[in-house]
């Protein structure tokens, strides 16, 4: 139900814009106005939260990760291939340029343990989970 909370308001927002006091995601008026975003999945276990982004035909050089505020932001560039000479191009549909991808965090993380790898075009963030945003079980008591 969340997700689909989530989508129905993005939809909103970006056809209609902002409504007063609706929280704020900054990256989905800027990313509609600016050109492409990554797709991403998020998720949750027991222990850690995890985000994979696709990124294909960009180095790890090119892809910039920060936190802040229980924000975890994605951005960087995907820049043009060499141009080849005496060709035109036909078709071109790939979005190239600057990114920028926030997205909120479910729980608090631990920062120093963030882990963040990239293999075959897949950013994937692991971040455990703080202390205080695990499930704990309660023992039950018989009196």
Sequence with gaps: M???RE???NLFNLAFGRFRGAPSEPEIDSQFLEGWFPAVDIYEDNDRLSVRAELPGMKKED????LHEGFLTLSGERKAEEKREGAETYRSERWLGRFHRTISLPCAVVPDQIKATYTDGVLTVSMPKAEEAKPKQIP???Q
């Design 63 to 66: 892809i910039e990760i920060s």
């Design 140 to 142: 039950v008591t018989v």
């Design 7 to 9: 989508d129905v308001d």
């Design 2 to 4: 969340a997700t689909l």
